[in-house]
């Protein structure tokens, strides 16, 4: 009896790594990082029935891109790889008047995007990004940064306000047109 | 020389006492870049990889549809299905749903909301198609197809 301590023993921490880790585990296995990132649209406002949506458009001024239920691509009248389409809207959108059956200036350019209802998601996806890099080099360029720059820049709240950015929106505005899909391979 | 030899010759045992410290330091780094699982998938849903991706900006003001082939092919069938909060729904119950969402929010914040489309990769067009002219209808303007990055290829 009179070797026994008074004191409180020490409480033993080993085990608190593993209760530490137990924890760590349960987070990593019911968690996702966030990933809340996509190519963002805006769709035309719900029109009201009895307007006609007879828009006149000059037919140079038009970029038509249609993709088939068989997941072809067809860029004005043209049968076309994926990978030419980039080149080939960077070229309608800076024509600026010289080709007469490209557009006229930047701001007057139209792109019309038709699809089936038997389109493949991934690649409807493909062609709007693609899409969306022509006008993104073009807009990097005009800024004279690069695309990666540009794009930094926009996903910055702050950053998104810069007057040089708001100007080569203005100058080369995204326009898209969705038309109404058509019915060949749809279900 | 008496006082060098008392040196013992085996090596001291390593102090563990900071392990649980560096633990919980990962612990919360997890804690601070991870969410919860908010729904339970009852689709397959692996989105396509893009290049040109864009933050969606605030959290609270997303709404998330999500598309693709259900799991249970034998209780949904193999079409393609729309899910929204733990439930399978038809098109035509989008709008229904597009309200409730804007309910929960702020009155000045509720043109603001986001519908966030997370489309699996083998999904139609068709259904995407319904599912904006539905959107359009419910007056929910702002979408954003759910991409994950994709390395750059070539520039």
Known sequence: MARGKRGTPEVNASSMADIAFLLLIFFLVTTTIASDKGLTLRLPPKRPPDAMDEVKLK?????NVLVNSNNQLLVEEELMDIKRLKEEAKKFIMNNGRDERSSESPDKAVISLKHDRGTKYEVYISVMDELKKAYNELRAEYMGVTVAEYLEMENDEKKSKDPKLEEAKQKIPYQLSEAEPTNVGGN | ???????SKSTPAISTASLPDIVFMLLFFFMVTTVLRETTLLIENKVPRATQLQ?????????????????????????????????????????????????KLDEAERDKLTVSLKVDVETKMGIVSDIKQQLREADALKINYSAVQALAKDN
Request: aromatic share 12%; net charge positive; glycine share 4%.
């Open chain 1, 59 to 63: 037919d140079r001024n038009v970029f």
């Open chain 2, 1 to 7: 020389m008496s006082k060098f030899a008392k040196k």
């Open chain 2, 55 to 103: 933050k969606l900006e605030k959290k609270s003001l997303v709404s998330f549809i999500y598309v693709g082939k259900p799991k249970e092919t034998n209780r949904y069938g193999t079409e393609p299905r729309i899910q929204v909060n733990d439930a399978l729904i038809a098109p035509r119950d989008i709008p229904r749903f597009v309200y409730q969402e804007k309910d």
